[in-house]
Nanobody
Framework: QVQLEESGGGLVQDGGSLSLSCTAS????????LGWFRQAPGKEREFVAA????????NYGESVKGRFTISRDNTKNSVYLQMNRLKSEDTAVYYC??????????????WGQGTQVTVSS
C-alpha cells in the first residue's frame, strides 16, 4: 500500500499563485508515476498533471498547460504542483495520485484525501 498526504491548498485571488505538495509513504518503491487530479463541485474528476519515474516526462491537462508546473523529489518521495495565473475555474479539490506496480503485476492506483483550492475573482 502507498499512502499520500497533500498540503498547501487555500484561498488565493484571481491571477495569484499557489503551491501544492504531496508526500508518499509506505511501499514507495513500487511507484511508477505521481500526479494531480482535481474535482470541482458537480463535475467529474479531471486530470491536471503527472510526472513519470525519474521525472523525465511530464504531462499536463489542456486547461493548465503553461500555467502549472509539476515536479518531483525522489529523495523525499514527494511531488509538487506550482500553480500560477490562477483562475476562478481552477477552484476545486486537488487530489494527489500515484500509480504503482510490482514487476509485471497489475497497476495499482492510490489517492490522497484532497486539498481545497479556492480562487476568488
Amino acid at each position: 500500500q502507498v499512502q499520500l498526504e497533500e498540503s498547501g491548498g487555500g484561498l488565493v485571488q484571481d491571477g495569484g499563485s499557489l503551491s501544492l505538495s504531496c508526500t508518499a509513504s509506505g511501499r514507495t518503491s513500487e511507484i511508477q508515476a505521481l500526479g494531480w487530479f482535481r474535482q470541482a463541485p458537480g463535475k467529474e474528476r479531471e486530470f491536471v498533471a503527472a510526472v513519470s519515474i525519474g521525472g523525465v516526462r511530464n504531462n499536463y491537462g489542456e486547461s493548465v498547460k503553461g500555467r502549472f508546473t509539476i515536479s518531483r523529489d525522489n529523495t523525499k518521495n514527494s511531488v509538487y504542483l506550482q500553480m500560477n495565473r490562477l483562475k476562478s475555474e481552477d477552484t476545486a479539490v486537488y487530489y494527489c495520485a500515484a500509480e504503482g506496480r510490482v514487476g509485471i503485476g497489475p497497476r495499482q492506483h492510490y489517492w490522497g484525501q484532497g486539498t481545497q483550492v479556492t480562487v476568488s475573482s
